[in-house]
């Protein structure tokens, strides 16, 4: 029981040296300048302290030391702050040091003078008062009290471990001749431990939470925002001399230093009790030695480090989800770091690694599967991930992906996010798919957050891909047929066939859902190589570096197949699209069939479908206000990809009949990388041309058929793609009239949008371009207004303009036959100058090896959209 005692004494007065060096160390006691004789007897006060043997498990009751000399110093000290003729005053002390989120220096002083008397005067007092062996019929008392002393308002938390020592000495208790009471009161102090440690955890818990709520550092981060604070400085300099000393700005804003007033001293005291509180239960539990009941040992430092990690775990789960749904991603993170931060707070009184243990619980809550499935690249049989993460993705994936709450969620290429009609949970969808949202979610989550929603989208669009492969496989008879009549030029047995297709606006809608994936992922892996960038620049640089040397051969061996993947996943590859569509299709086995042939052919025919009678473009996204953009995406996406595993298939067919002589060289190798990318620019211009074809002959007076939006969704296709130069559908369809629809478009005011869908001619720009009101007449080199929105999905706006040029064309080179024949287009919709040539056009008409003849239209002054 002694030794019970006097280890919990000898412990506290261990930490509280550290804690008075500390105090007499802090900017207030230093202002206060004391004299000689009180820096003397401070600096010998911490010595005593300092020089106390430390306890070690059963020796403690061998230790001998004489304390009476720490207590007169400390007698002294009081003595003389106390005294009229000092001028270091009690008050001065106590005011130094209180403001330091730690108990007082008096309050340190005096616990240490009253703990020592319990090391060296300990028999004395118990000689006097009686034994403590009878607290034992009293223990359901003490509960009471140390209730009182650890939530009470005047409560020292710290002390509370005090009462944990005397459980020791309740079997002391037992009769030698009553058997049964050694078991009984041997249980009772191992329950009575118990409930104080719980009691003492929960305690902690509940300062940690305290400091991490809304009314706690949160309402500091509420009043000291930095955009709050620059917006209030910048108000306060224009404000006149006699306004600025109300307490209150101009609109209702607080002026700068208002978290100093009066009214919220209650608040900041708070939060410095709380702070004091759990940053002394901290070190006085580190210190603890462990407590033995019986054959019970307990480790409070053990039960600490799982008290915070496990309360960090609940608070992250908690914090997720909010009331109406998921947490914004950059809110979590704010509030993720707040907790940290409060954990590093305590860590620096714990001696133990509470940062690693913090690293670890984000792992668990990030991924939680076999490890060597990252080492091996291979999907495990049964994947366990994170319940955090996994909360997360499928949110993500339910309510943007698949928008199942009907939303009305679209892709915006201008903005880089989806927006929603109406509030997807409680925010609307741009709120948590911007860019920022993303990047936020990368650096909460990791690498492995997003590979979880990665492999989610995969497992989406491998669906959907797959009723692209259904639909090509019942409908191969007719689609031969309708490819047969478009290069015959038969327009009747064209249309005839057409008709016969059966579930075209069902799949029509699957390839705009897998669109949509496909532009997510993209906005994700974009995301992701923002995060890697910013903390691991050197891997970043290093990925970004070695796809360019990649080679480009078919089949590509599987670590070379690995490391694009890998480059892919943090957007460093110039075609992500088509790269993310490839390892789909190769993953599940797709575009095995001789049907995908027909690809082209089969895209070609959605130009008759009934989506286009309810599509219109908007100017403010950039898209369509059906998403049908997002079907532009998918068709370039699934051509070029579904090439690539037809080539590597074909390869390995060769293989197979060659009996195993397979000599290759590697210029073969290359020859059949070069021939993919021709294979894929082929195709691409069947679909341009056959899709155009479907869709000026389909134009009349009377049935229009939506021409403009189809017309847009073409160029966008273009414009998108990286195997195309954008002068692509200038071989069937002049660019005046294209300039002329987006003049009539941006023209007007964003707020108004043209209205697409009006039979009146007056309305329709494709039928009225010569009737165009002569004041809409632009400057010459005429653009449509430029977005601020650098590099868009399909839009790349000009980055500088002028009165003499409106548009500049930024050129970079990309992975492509000799890496110099296809530009990096950051043009707007319009950006054709006289200075532009079209290196690479194949299949036009024109037969020119020279110049584009699209410079003719920017410079003619006697086209429609030209007025004298």
């Not at 709050?228 to 609109?251: C, D, E, F, H, Y």
Request: with cysteine; net charge negative; proline share 4%.
């Amino acid at each position: 029981m002694y030794a019970a005692i006097r280890g919990y004494a000898l412990s506290y007065l261990s930490s509280c040296a550290g804690r008075i060096r500390f105090l007499l160390g802090t900017p207030g006691m230093v202002a206060l300048d004391l004299d000689a004789t009180l820096k003397g007897l401070f600096q010998q006060i911490v010595q005593h302290l300092e020089n106390i043997p430390k306890p070690q498990g059963e020796n403690v009751s061998a230790i001998t030391c004489d304390l009476s000399e720490l207590r007169k110093d400390w007698l002294l000290v009081l003595m003389i702050v106390t005294s009229a003729r000092s001028s270091i005053n009690i008050r001065h002390l106590e005011k130094a040091t209180v403001s330091t989120g730690k108990e007082g220096l008096l309050s340190e002083g005096n616990a240490a003078y009253n703990w020592s008397r319990c090391v060296d005067e300990l028999e004395s007092q118990l000689s006097k008062h009686g034994s403590l062996k009878k607290l034992y019929f009293y223990h359901q008392h003490l509960t009471t009290v140390f209730r009182n002393t650890m939530f009470g308002p005047e409560g020292r938390p710290q002390h509370c471990c005090a009462w944990l020592g005397v459980a020791s000495s309740f079997p002391e208790c037992a009769s030698a001749i009553v058997p049964e009471e050694v078991t009984k009161i041997g249980r009772d102090a191992v329950l009575y431990v118990e409930s104080l440690i719980e009691s003492i955890m929960g305690g902690l818990e509940g300062l940690i939470n305290i400091l991490d709520s809304e009314g706690g550092f949160g309402s500091l981060e509420m009043q000291l925002l930095p955009e709050q604070a620059a917006v209030l400085m910048n108000l306060t300099s224009r404000l006149p001399i006699p306004s600025a000393k109300s307490p209150r700005g101009m609109s209702g804003f607080h002026l700068p230093g208002y978290e100093s007033y009066p009214e919220n001293n209650s608040s900041i005291k708070m939060l410095e009790a709380a702070m004091q509180r759990l940053t002394n239960l901290c070190s006085v539990l580190n210190d603890m030695e462990p407590i033995c009941v019986l054959n019970h040992v307990f480790v409070l430092r053990e039960y600490m480090r799982d008290c915070i990690l496990g309360n960090f775990r609940r608070r992250l789960l908690a914090v997720l989800k909010t009331d109406n749904d998921l947490q914004r991603p950059s809110v979590l993170e704010s509030l993720i770091r707040r907790h940290i931060s409060i954990v590093h707070l305590a860590e620096q009184h714990i001696s133990m690694d509470l940062t690693q243990g913090i690293r670890e619980v984000l792992l668990t809550e990030s991924f939680s599967g076999p490890v060597s499935s990252l080492h091996l690249f291979e999907k495990p049989a049964e994947q366990h991930t994170g319940s955090a993460s996994e909360a997360v993705c499928n949110w993500y994936i339910e309510n943007i992906v698949k928008d199942m709450s009907g939303a009305g969620v679209l892709f915006a290429p201008l903005h880089r996010c989806f927006k929603s009609t109406r509030p997807v949970g409680g925010y609307f969808a741009e709120s948590v798919t911007d860019l920022r949202e993303l990047q936020a979610f990368v650096r909460i989550f990791g690498g492995y957050g997003v590979d979880r929603l990665d492999r989610m989208m995969k497992e989406h669009t491998a669906a959907l891909l797959n009723c692209i492969d259904t639909s090509l496989r019942a409908n191969r008879e007719v689609l031969e047929a309708v490819a047969g009549s478009m290069h015959s030029g038969d327009r009747i047995e064209r249309e005839a066939n057409m008709k016969q297709i059966i579930d075209m606006d069902t799949v029509v809608g699957f390839c705009i859902q897998a669109g949509q994936a496909i532009a997510f992922d993209c906005l994700l892996a974009e995301a992701a190589g923002a995060a890697l960038e910013e903390g691991a620049p050197l891997i970043h640089s290093l990925l970004a570096g070695v796809v360019k040397h990649l080679p480009d051969a078919i089949p590509e061996k599987k670590e070379i197949r690995r490391l694009r993947r890998v480059a892919n996943s943090v957007d460093v590859v110039s075609d992500h699209d088509s790269e993310w569509v490839r390892s789909i299709l190769e993953e599940v086995g797709g575009a095995n069939d001789g049907s995908w042939n027909l690809l082209p052919y089969f895209f070609a025919t959605f130009m008759t479908s009934n989506i286009w009678n309810t599509t219109a473009f908007n100017v403010d996204t950039g898209g369509f206000n059906n998403d049908i953009h997002c079907l532009a995406r998918c068709i370039c996406a699934v051509i070029a990809g579904s090439e690539f595993v037809r080539l590597e298939r074909e390869h390995h067919q060769k293989q197979s009949f060659s009996n195993g002589h397979v000599g290759e060289t590697m210029d073969s190798e290359i020859q059949n990388h070069l021939s993919a990318e021709t294979s894929i620019k082929s195709t691409m211009q069947l679909f341009v041309k056959f899709s155009s074809g479907i869709i000026l002959d389909s134009w009349s007076e009377i049935n229009r058929s939506h021409l403009i939006a189809k017309l847009i969704f073409l160029d966008q296709f273009c414009e998108i793609s990286p195997y195309l130069p954008r002068s692509s559908l200038e071989v069937h369809v002049p660019y005046a009239i294209l300039r002329s629809i987006y003049s009539q478009y941006y023209a007007n005011s964003p707020s108004t949008p043209l209205a697409l869908l009006s039979v009146s001619p007056h309305h329709s720009p494709a039928v009225s371009l010569a009737h165009a009101s002569p004041v809409m007449r632009q400057p010459r080199g005429d653009s449509t207004p430029q977005s601020s929105v650098n590099d868009s999905g399909y839009f790349k706006a000009s980055v500088s303009h002028n009165q003499d040029q409106l548009y500049e064309t930024s050129s970079g080179s990309i992975r492509s036959i000799d890496n110099k024949n296809r530009n990096v287009r950051r043009s707007g919709p319009l950006d054709y100058s006289s200075s532009r040539k079209v290196k690479f056009i194949e299949g036009s008409t024109s037969g020119s090896t020279g110049p584009s003849p699209l410079p003719r239209f920017a410079v003619s002054r006697s086209g429609p959209i030209s007025y004298k």
